[in-house]
């Protein structure tokens, strides 16, 4: 599967952006989906995923309540809305696509990267 993330940009904090990430192929429901960012410096690291069927949602700590990850199958798109934007939030952000009923939560557990999107917070 090929993934292509957009919507990020420059935003003041409080704002809100909607990261969207675009999947190729016809067993786009099969795959549980992932965001990661990654700051200059920093590991990349995980923010939030959903389940193939969209039925469960997971979230870092860091984001729980602030951002919203949905999906539409029928689109083969995953989305991410994030609110309540702090300059920590300053990362490139990726989608993820994991068939092998990996860790949601790790990098290791999937197989399928896009292109990052950029997010940047000023203050």
């Known amino acids: 599967v090929q993934l292509q993330a957009s919507g990020g940009g420059l935003v003041q904090a409080g704002g809100y952006l909607r990261l969207s990430c675009a999947a190729s192929?016809?067993?786009?429901?099969?795959?549980?989906m992932g965001w990661f960012r990654q700051a200059p410096g920093k590991e990349r690291e995980f923010v939030a995923a959903?389940?193939?069927?969209?039925?469960?949602?997971y979230y870092a700590d860091s984001v729980e309540g602030r951002f919203t990850i949905s999906r539409d199958n029928g689109k083969n798109m995953v989305y991410l809305h994030v609110s309540s934007l702090k300059s920590e939030d300053t990362a490139v952000y990726y989608c993820?696509?994991?068939?092998?009923?990996?860790?949601?939560?790790?990098?290791?557990?999937?197989?399928?990267w896009g292109r990052g999107t950029q997010v940047t917070v000023s203050s």
């Open positions: 993820a696509a994991n068939s092998r009923g990996l860790s949601l939560t790790r990098v290791y557990g999937y197989e399928y």
């Open positions: 192929g016809r067993t786009f429901s099969s795959y549980d």
């Open positions: 959903i389940r193939g069927s969209g039925d469960d949602l």
